[in-house]
């Protein structure tokens, strides 16, 4: 796998050297590396290594917990302080944060085994 940098930037990858080096001096490129650790594009960036690929993936998701799974979350302990508990649209939320969990972990998945 080569890495096109601009300074420590990685602005394109690519499994052919010759690809990179085509568009060297158009896409400004300052090197082209090669690498042998896993490279990942996660949310606008590359990342390599995977260490580096984890810790994104992580980062990812806490974020994406944060604005997606959170405010469902709220939503269901504040109706279960109601008199009488609204039970159905407790369930509904329930299956909708389920759904918007597993949409997360398939957009950051981690490696298997994890």
């Known amino acids: 796998m080569f890495l096109g940098l601009q300074g420590e930037y990685i602005c394109s990858v690519s499994d052919n050297r010759e690809e990179l080096e085509a568009v060297k001096d158009i896409a400004g490129f300052t090197s082209i590396v090669e690498t042998d650790e896993p490279v990942e594009y ?18 990812a998701r806490a974020i994406a917990y944060g604005t ?21 649209e407790i369930n509904e939320l329930l299956a909708e944060r389920d759904a918007k969990v597993q949409e997360i972990k398939e957009r950051y998945p981690y490696p298997v085994g994890e």
């Open 68 to 88: 997606a799974v959170d405010p469902i979350t709220s939503h269901i302990q504040r109706l279960r302080d109601i008199d009488p508990v609204p039970q159905d």
């Open 42 to 59: 996660i949310d606008g960036q590359y990342f390599v290594g995977a260490d580096n690929i984890h810790n994104a993936m992580s980062n």
